[in-house]
T-cell receptor
């Protein structure tokens, strides 16, 4: 069964700290992995999409890496700010038989950046 | 502006009263999906559609119906809502298989 795990469920850091959010998945047969941000009661905002052939993607202070063989991805946030406080979700598009796919989400990491 | 829209954004209803949540995307995407999000359970897929008139069940389809008569629209229908369908619902679309997912703003549904 394809599963996506994000540990810990919550994280609190002081402003300015560089931090890493982890995501692990159970099957290396994937199309892609996507990181989302969700503010309380709001929708999901796509942050970075990494295709299975890629190792990393960068956008501003964010860098996401992908290691298919170990079933891991990390989201690196540089110089964290209070505005980065949100829940970060990892979603993996698993490859199924017949070229089908299934998008599976982790339960998210709730990040709090203290001023 | 490229976006996925959902209506209504908030809805309080009573058990058994049929309702429809609309979803529309203006990006000419082939794939559309519905998810529900519940505390401790995360996001779970209800139904998805790969194209017009092509739909399939996700992980939690019981109590829901969908239709895809036009490419841009993918409504979610609750024929007889029950309290266990109280949740935050999201519609999503993507251009192609395994493409970047775009999510709507969510619909918070309460069934009394």
């Amino acid at each position: 069964k394809q599963e996506v795990t994000q540990i810990p469920a919550a994280l609190s850091v002081p402003e300015g700290e560089n931090l890493v959010l982890n995501c692990s998945f159970t099957d290396s047969a994937i199309y892609n992995l996507q990181w989302f941000r969700q503010d309380p009661g709001k929708g999901l905002t796509s942050l970075l999409l990494i295709q299975s052939s890629q190792r990393e993607q960068t956008s501003g202070r964010l860098n996401a890496s992908l290691d298919k063989s170990s079933g891991r991805s990390t989201l690196y946030i540089a110089a964290s700010q209070p505005g980065d406080s949100a829940t970060y979700l990892c979603a993996v598009e698993f490859l199924l038989t017949g070229a089908n796919s299934k998008l599976t989400f982790g339960k998210g990491i709730t990040l709090s950046v203290r001023p | 502006e490229a976006q996925v829209t959902q209506n209504p954004r908030y809805l309080i209803t009573v058990t058994g009263k049929k309702l429809t949540v609309t979803c529309s995307q203006n990006m000419n995407h082939e794939y559309m999906s519905w998810y529900r999000q519940d505390p401790g359970l995360g996001l779970r897929q209800i139904y998805y559609s790969m194209n017009v008139e092509v739909t399939d069940k996700g992980d939690v389809p019981e109590g829901y119906k969908v239709s895809r008569k036009e490419k841009r629209n993918f409504p979610l229908i609750l024929e007889s809502p029950s309290p266990n369908q109280t949740s935050l619902y999201f519609c999503a679309s993507t251009k192609a298989l395994a493409g970047e997912q775009f999510f709507g703003p969510g619909t918070r549904l309460t069934v009394l």
